[in-house]
């Protein structure tokens, strides 16, 4: 069985700073790991992905130079650090484990096979 943990949500001030961490647990065969987030009453949302052994990474247009994935492969952990949050990144935020093979970037929900629980990220104005 594969768990993904996620910790580091909270409320926090415009312009504020956060980092989430996720540690999985279990078998993956990880290829990527990713970030994505619904906030209520919308789909679920691509942040960021990163290729878990080469290590390059894309994100969605809405947080890119503001959020940053990076991964600790001798830890087994995936970040997000979050800088100049904004109210509109209010949401829960999930990462998800993919051991698939997949031509360009996995920015789909679909193109992972594991998620953590979320954790709740509010940021107010």
């Known amino acids: 069985q594969v768990n993904l943990v996620e910790t580091g949500g909270g409320s926090v001030q415009t312009g504020d700073s956060l980092r989430l961490s996720c540690v999985p647990s279990?078998?993956?065969?990880?290829?990527?790991m990713g970030w994505f987030r619904q906030a209520p009453g919308q789909e679920r949302q691509f942040v960021a992905t990163?290729?878990?052994?080469?290590?390059?990474?894309y994100y969605a247009d809405s947080v890119k130079g503001r959020f940053t994935i990076s991964r600790d492969i001798a830890k087994n952990t995936l970040y997000l650090q979050m800088n100049s949050l904004l109210p509109e990144d209010t949401a829960v935020y999930y990462c998800?484990?993919?051991?698939?093979?997949?031509?360009?970037?996995?920015?789909?929900?679909?193109?992972?096979?594991?998620w953590g629980q979320g954790t709740q990220v509010t940021v107010s104005s």
């Open positions: 998800a484990a993919s051991p698939f093979t997949s031509p360009g970037w996995y920015t789909r929900a679909a193109q992972y096979a594991y």
């Open positions: 279990g078998r993956t065969n990880t290829r990527a």
């Open positions: 990163i290729d878990w052994i080469r290590g390059p990474t």
